[in-house]
């Protein structure tokens, strides 16, 4: 396998440990080659102070993102103007998750007030402009449409 293969993502996990606070609390965003070698792992959050407790999934529009275990990122993101978002934004499916009445769900850097309203945001914009961004672009390039994202709470 040449290096460029390598250099190209396969797989994502959010790793987070909800918990009760009033702070924002984050967790790691992670991209894996086909051999499952992290290609980077950047400082990401999802959902609303006070609203990452293991109650809180179904809270649209405050709650962190499900413990679905078949979602996919798309990598043909698109850019979005939208508040919060205001760039690159790649959706992650199903939209919208079974049993847990969420949508429109995604990856993006967190423009906005610290946290979300579910998506799996990206805290430092040069971690999200250089590192995430050119990673989908190479998944796109090389053909993969969708990458499977586990989602771990510990």
Known sequence: MSKEEQQIPT???YLFKPQ???????G???LRDKDQKQLCAVVAT????GYQNWTDFQRIGKGLIPPFD???????GYRLATKGVEGMFYPIEPSP???????????HFDANVPGSAGCIVIQNKNSFLDTI???ML?????KILRIPLKVKFS
């Open 46 to 49: 999802s959902g609303a102070a």
């Open 133 to 135: 961004v050119p990673l």
């Open 11 to 13: 797989f994502a996990e």
């Open 97 to 107: 998750v079974p049993m847990y009445g969420r949508s429109e769900l995604g990856l």
């Open 28 to 30: 790691t965003f992670v």
């Open 20 to 26: 009760r606070s009033t702070k924002l609390l984050y």
């Open 70 to 76: 078949k979602f996919q990122i798309r990598t043909d």
């Open 138 to 142: 190479k998944a796109k390039n090389a």
